[in-house]
């Protein structure tokens, strides 16, 4: 029943969204030229190729020159859309990471369950991150980050920032309402998403060895922090 609340009230939010939004631009009003088309298409395709090659190669040995080959273009087309290296990376996390984020910081103000909550993180988490090319950025950030700092401290700004804020105004309301006892956890919220650290990581070194069912385990570490599910 929980769960089926929860689809309800994000299909509300959906219906909300869709009645407020401007109305789709009519026939004879402006549109982008085959130029401007052409180009965002070009930078697509350049962000698609440098989340390629950075996967394959790691930040530090990735080179501009493999990326525009990758996307069909010449290098000097990737610095219409990108200053550097590290521009580029850091557009790939706002576009690959920073949707996502904000669907969390909505979701976490529902004044639901936060068994239902984490429930739905953890889906939303398989579907949206581990079974897309999002865990890859995720995983440079963590390998590559401490060699460039400017690139870990556009990642903290972009997105963990926001998911540690959101995330414990979430607890806090659930140490309030008693779901969880003491407020350890409100103190220290990366206790709350830590597993999702360790998926991404066994997945990229070890998952070879030993595969790891990370949705179970998600679940698992939901069971240990907030009790186990009552079943009926």
């Not at 790691?58 to 087309?77: E, I, P």
């Not at 926001?162 to 309030?176: E, H, I, P, S, T």
């Not at 919220?189 to 597993?195: G, M, N």
Request: overall charge positive.
């Amino acid at each position: 029943m929980i769960l089926t609340d929860w689809s309800v009230i994000m299909q509300n939010k959906r219906t909300r969204l869709q009645r407020t939004s401007p109305a789709p631009a009519k026939p004879g009003g402006r549109e982008p030229s085959a130029r401007a088309k052409k180009s965002a298409a070009r930078r697509e395709a350049i962000l698609v190729a440098a989340l390629d090659e950075f996967a394959a190669r790691g930040f530090t040995a990735a080179r501009l020159d493999d990326v525009a080959q990758r996307a069909g273009v010449a290098k000097g087309t990737i610095y219409l859309h990108f200053r550097d290296k590290e521009a580029l990376f850091q557009e790939l996390i706002r576009a690959e990471l920073s949707p996502f984020v904000a669907r969390l910081e909505e979701a976490f103000k529902i004044d639901i369950p936060l068994r239902a909550i984490a429930d739905h993180v953890v889906e939303v988490f398989i579907r949206e991150v581990y079974n897309t090319r999002r865990k890859d950025v995720i995983r440079l950030i963590l390998s590559e980050g401490q060699r460039f700092p400017k690139l870990a401290e556009f990642y903290y700004r972009e997105v963990l920032s926001r998911v540690m804020q959101a995330v414990r105004g979430l607890l806090r309301r659930a140490v309030n309402r008693g779901e969880i006892a003491g407020d350890a956890i409100v103190r220290f919220p990366q206790l709350f998403a830590s597993p999702i650290v360790v998926v991404i990581l066994w997945n990229a070194l070890f998952d070879r060895f030993e595969p790891l069912d990370a949705r179970a385990m998600l679940r698992a570490h939901f069971d240990l922090l907030l009790g186990e599910r009552k079943t009926t």
